[in-house]
């Protein structure tokens, strides 16, 4: 090979070099942005520590998660305690919130997925109410049409940043907890009473019973019972059990109003207990599935016995809890006082039949 051919080789090496490169490059800057958003942040300035507020607004309601020292609160439920855990789960997954895909959206892409007036609007705020990051949550993404859209889960959702209203971002997490039903929200531990000495019950149209006993784990007597009559003593044990697990479903609204609720005539429980203490259980009229309920409690535990410190210690952990329910009107699953709003009849046994 002689030095002409040789040079000209390594011109030709060059130019295809430069080519390539050229091209590449030219790739590079045609690449959508899309594909350099992908798995990035899509909250990337939030942080948990300054989160101060969460306001959750949907087309017809409206609720705010505030931080109060060591707890939160829902304002919109007269500040009763929110459940703590779920609202760290809540925060921690939005900063860690991926954006799966972005693509670019008009006006009838809002519309159809939900991304305008009809989407939620989730807004993370501080302690001087500034906005941190917010978003607008529309419709569940599915990867396959499921037979009902409507009570699947879905494998992310579509969301919008306000900041970005041409763009829709896919995320790979459902995001069940953007709601503004505060039955979603709330610390759903009521009242947990044990070692109950009687259970008092007056019904809201006059009729009333009780029972009580002599000790923690003694049977229940009914209190004026006539000799042909016999107590059922598995409604007994069921009724004063209720009190045990008064699970709250969720808390009406500040505004409403005790005639509406039937709270101006209820039916009143009343539980007496060994350590001294005493719950006043107040039950309205139904609404669906749901008693409107007040909870008041007196006296200061005075237990007895070898552990009493260890129980006196436990029980004003518990009370400091439960005297938190008062002043709010809870909403109790009817099936947690079918037990405890019986007539009298219902409480005594069936009569044997008589032998022939």
Do not use: C
């Not at 855990?85 to 670019?104: C, N, S, T, W």
């Not at 419709?139 to 900041?163: C, S, T």
């Not at 790979?172 to 109950?196: F, K, P």
């Amino acid at each position: 090979m002689n030095a002409r051919v040789a040079a000209a080789l390594v011109a030709l090496l060059v130019l295809l070099g430069g080519g390539a490169l050229y091209f590449q490059q030219q790739g590079q800057s045609q690449r959508p942005a899309a594909a350099a958003a992908l798995g990035q942040p899509l909250l990337p300035d939030l942080k948990a520590a300054d989160v101060a507020s969460i306001h959750i607004r949907e087309p017809k309601a409206g609720l705010t998660l505030e931080r109060k020292g060591e707890r939160w609160v829902i304002a919109e439920r007269g500040g009763f305690p929110a459940d703590l855990d779920k609202v760290r789960e809540f925060v921690l997954l939005a900063i860690g919130l991926k954006v799966g895909q972005r693509e670019p959206i008009g006006d009838p892409d809002r519309v159809r997925l939900q991304l305008d007036a009809a989407g939620t609007l989730v807004e993370f705020r501080d302690a001087q109410g500034k906005a941190l990051a917010s978003l607008v949550v529309g419709k569940k993404y599915f990867k396959r049409e499921p037979e009902n859209a409507e009570r699947a889960i879905g494998d992310g959702r579509f969301v919008l940043r306000p900041g970005e209203p041409g763009h829709v971002v896919i995320v790979s997490s459902a995001l069940t907890l953007a709601t503004a039903n505060s039955a979603e929200w709330v610390a759903h531990a009521g009242l947990a009473v044990d070692q109950a000495r009687a259970l008092a019950v007056h019904l809201a149209d006059g009729e009333s019973w009780k029972i009580e006993r002599a000790a923690d784990n003694a049977d229940w007597k009914l209190a004026g019972l006539r000799p042909q009559e016999k107590l059922e003593i598995t409604r007994a044990n069921a009724a004063a059990y209720s009190f045990t697990t008064l699970d709250i479903a969720d808390v009406a609204r500040a505004e409403a109003k005790p005639e509406a609720l039937g709270l101006d005539r209820p039916s009143v429980a009343t539980v007496t207990t060994f350590d001294g203490l005493t719950y006043t259980v107040k039950v309205g009229n139904p609404a669906g599935e749901q008693y409107p309920v007040t909870v008041s409690i007196a006296g200061e535990p005075a237990p007895a016995g070898k552990d009493a410190e260890a129980r006196r210690a436990k029980l004003a952990e518990r009370l400091a809890r439960e005297r938190g329910l008062e002043g709010h009107v809870l909403l109790v699953a009817k099936g947690r006082l079918d037990d405890v709003l019986r007539k009298r009849a219902e409480l005594l046994a069936k009569p044997e039949p008589r032998k022939k």
